[in-house]
């Protein structure tokens, strides 16, 4: 199996600690380690896995190998640099592309995808269900769904259809974000999971797949390799999910019955971290009185919080956001309007 980590977004909606440069990947929010090498480390001892691959922007690359060489990874690490940001549908075409014409893999061969800023307890958990899928053949697009812990407007879903074994389920079909309400229905029902954008495929799979959904797309994967390099920035800006997991049937979807987390908003953030006895999040130099159920981080100033509940504060060198709880996913919102 090989394991492909995605690496190349830009994490905008933990603005204003994730950047440009040093994106929400590669911040060492919880401990001594960032998500990216969490994400890593998880295949330090999977056995199934023979090839590890990291897409990323060529901005990333000089971090990226400093954060490898930090947690002395004893795996060879293959770092693939696309040649522009499109998406993860052109993340994954280039690197399928990459796979097929230069490091010759089968067109059978098995290989994961999944974002390298994601939380997974217990790894050990996960990996059993990849080795369970590594013996399995496969026809079709495997993709990894959350049952819902609660109420969450900033995941995408999946309904499910009739069960094939297992943890296997066909998919009825995908929800986008919802708005609170429909959220709430969603959470109560047993019939929808939380997208996890992993998912596992074959390149004969990828490539019988655009070729019927996404004549855009299979334009490109004809083109050989150096001509998809040179072509790369004309190719359509879009995602996995809307260029073909949801207009395929060729599809299923592996219940994960473990804590997930795509760590990918402040309030996202607050669940993971460890709190103190009034429920705050504190980094930096903070200090509170009669504050309750929030996220304080301080970069150079002292923040210092009397009577304040349900709050979000990120304090950096240059920039200073407030927020309430609950409200951080509109953050893409306040990035476009500054840059108006």
């Known amino acids: 199996m090989k394991i492909v980590i995605l690496a190349g977004g830009l994490g905008k909606r933990l603005w204003p600690l994730s950047s440009n440069m040093v994106p929400k990947q590669f911040l060492k929010f919880l401990d001594h380690e960032s998500l990216f090498q969490k994400t890593l480390l998880r295949f330090k001892n999977f056995k199934s896995a023979n090839d590890i691959y990291v897409v990323i922007n060529k901005n990333f690359e000089k971090i990226l190998k400093k954060q490898i060489k930090e947690i002395n990874f004893d795996k060879k690490v293959n770092i693939l640099i696309e040649p522009d940001q499109k998406n993860t549908m052109g993340a994954m075409l280039f690197t399928f592309k990459y796979l097929k014409e230069i490091a010759k893999i089968s067109e059978n061969e098995k290989v994961l995808f999944l974002p390298s800023d994601h939380l997974i307890f217990p790894k050990e958990k996960f990996l059993s269900y990849l080795d369970d899928l590594d013996s399995l053949e496969m026809n079709k697009i495997i993709l990894f769904g959350i049952r819902p812990t609660r109420i969450e407007t900033g995941y995408g879903y999946i309904k499910l259809s009739k ?74 800006n879009i995602s996995i999910d809307y260029a073909l997991l949801e207009k395929t049937k060729n599809i299923l979807v592996n219940i994960l019955d473990l804590s ?81």
């Open 163 to 236: 069960k094939i074994k297992d943890n296997l389920y066909k998919i009825d079909s995908f929800l986008e974000k919802p708005d609170f309400e429909k959220a709430k229905k969603l959470f109560i029902s047993e019939k929808y999971l939380w997208n996890s954008g992993i998912f596992l495929l074959t390149e004969k799979v990828f490539k019988d797949e655009i070729k019927k959904h996404s004549s855009h797309q299979n334009k490109f994967y004809d083109l050989s390799f150096d001509n998809l390099i040179k072509s790369f920035a004309e190719m359509e």
């Open 260 to 340: 997930w987390s795509d760590v990918g908003s402040w309030d996202s953030l607050y669940d993971v971290m460890e709190k103190d006895e009034n429920l705050n999040v504190t980094k930096g130099n903070v200090l509170t009185l009669n504050t309750k159920n929030s996220l304080i981080f301080a970069k150079k100033k002292l923040i210092s919080t009397i009577g304040l509940e349900n709050i979000l504060i990120v304090e950096t060198e240059s920039e200073i956001f407030l927020a309430k709880k609950g409200e951080s996913q509109k953050v893409k919102e306040l990035i476009e309007k500054m840059k108006k």
